[in-house]
């Protein structure tokens, strides 16, 4: 039971490099693992090197082991058709966050 009270959301850190045309080169930087309890609340949080002209782009994806990404939320904060309500995007200046409230044990895998 223990092990069910207590499941580890795995996150991948990523730093990736993004070309804009009239911006240049955009670095963004995502946190590490996080952890939660069942029925407790996550946030995942990116930064970006500076403010991003056009944040419509920006897209949060969950992967299972072994399994297809799944696209989560788009334009920054529209949830894919599907997602429950308990996922939630967000953004201030240059900073990006995924909110996953009410953790269930299915939410354990790689969030990008």
Not at 49 to 71: E, F, R, T
Not at 75 to 83: D, F, H, K, L, P
Request: with cysteine.
């Amino acid at each position: 039971l223990s092990n069910q009270v207590h499941r580890t959301m795995t996150l991948l850190s990523l730093c990736v490099s993004v070309s804009s045309e009239s911006r240049g080169q955009v670095t963004v930087t995502q946190s590490g693992a996080v952890s939660s309890a069942l029925g407790g609340s996550v946030t995942i949080s990116r930064k970006t090197s500076q403010n991003v002209y056009n944040s419509n782009h920006l897209a949060w994806y969950q992967q299972k082991d072994g399994g297809i990404p799944k696209l989560l939320i788009y334009r920054v904060s529209t949830r894919a058709s599907g997602i429950p309500d308990r996922f939630t995007g967000s953004e201030s200046n240059s900073d990006f966050t995924l909110t996953i409230n009410g953790v269930q044990t299915e939410d354990a895998a790689v969030y990008y």
